[in-house]
């Protein structure tokens, strides 16, 4: 199919020189409730659909209770991201997230700083929800450190892999109130159209701007219906996910 443009969803902050396609609906009373859901079959031929307003979690596109996470900064659909690990080791990775540091010992630098240590530890990472991107994203440091364990195999063979788990804020004024996100081999792996192998559907960007930032795409959405709501007022926005209802009930 033809590509006609591209709809920018981000917020006023992220825009230039114009209006953002989400102010637009609601200043044109188009749309009660700046809300939209993207529901996207694992099939990609199957293709999915854009929902708008109010409602999307009452379409029967998703399995379970949908899980509300709050939106940390209003310029990409941004949540806060407290820590990231592989069940493999279940060791803290989300330092790896920051920039390349070095201390300085008996005035040289000695080595690298290593996870674990304070001073490594960025306590202002963010998860970014991007529908424009396909691949979840990792600075290249991250991305390195993640490539050790999750590398390509045959299809039938990942699940001897380890599951990538996000440690988000759910409450911006409690910084203990966290959940996981799980995020198993099955979801994060690309099946090759063209025999039997599967990718890690992992790539690696740096980003000039701060905080650090990792990305979930289309590969992540595929799995889990994600639903935008805005708020009235800026600090009040959600990102809600549930598992993606699979199969051609969901045609």
């Not at 959405?221 to 959600?238: A, D, L, N, Q, V």
Request: aromatic content about 10%; hydrophobic content about 40%; glycine content about 8%.
């Amino acid at each position: 199919m033809p590509i006609d443009g591209i709809v920018g969803l981000g917020f006023k902050d992220l825009a230039v020189k114009t209006r953002p396609f989400l102010d637009s609906l609601v200043a044109e009373k188009s749309m009660v409730r700046p809300e939209f859901a993207f529901f996207l079959h694992r099939d990609p031929s199957m293709g999915g659909a854009v929902l708008w307003g109010e409602g999307s979690e009452h379409a029967g596109l998703h399995e379970g209770e949908v899980r509300w996470f709050p939106v940390v900064e209003e310029r990409l659909w941004s949540l806060s991201l407290m820590g990231f690990r592989l069940s493999s080791s279940n060791r803290e990775m989300i330092g790896f997230a920051g920039p390349d540091r070095r201390r300085r010992a008996n005035g040289a630098f000695n080595r690298l700083s290593t996870l674990g240590e304070e001073e490594d530890m960025p306590t202002n990472c963010q998860l970014a929800v991007d529908s424009g991107s396909t691949y979840f994203v990792a600075t290249p440091r991250l991305f390195s450190a993640i490539s050790q364990e999750i590398k390509a195999m045959a299809c039938k063979d990942i699940k001897s892999l380890p599951t990538m788990i996000f440690t988000i804020r759910t409450d911006m004024a409690n910084l203990s109130s966290v959940e996981d996100l799980a995020v198993p081999p099955e979801v994060y792996m690309v099946r090759s159209p063209r025999d039997n192998s599967c990718t890690p559907g992992i790539m690696s960007m740096e980003y000039e701007e701060s905080p650090p930032i990792m990305l979930i795409g289309e590969v992540f959405m595929r799995h889990y219906f994600s639903i935008f709501r805005r708020g009235e007022k800026p600090g009040s926005s959600w990102i809600g996910f549930a598992p993606a209802k699979p199969g051609p009930e969901a045609e």
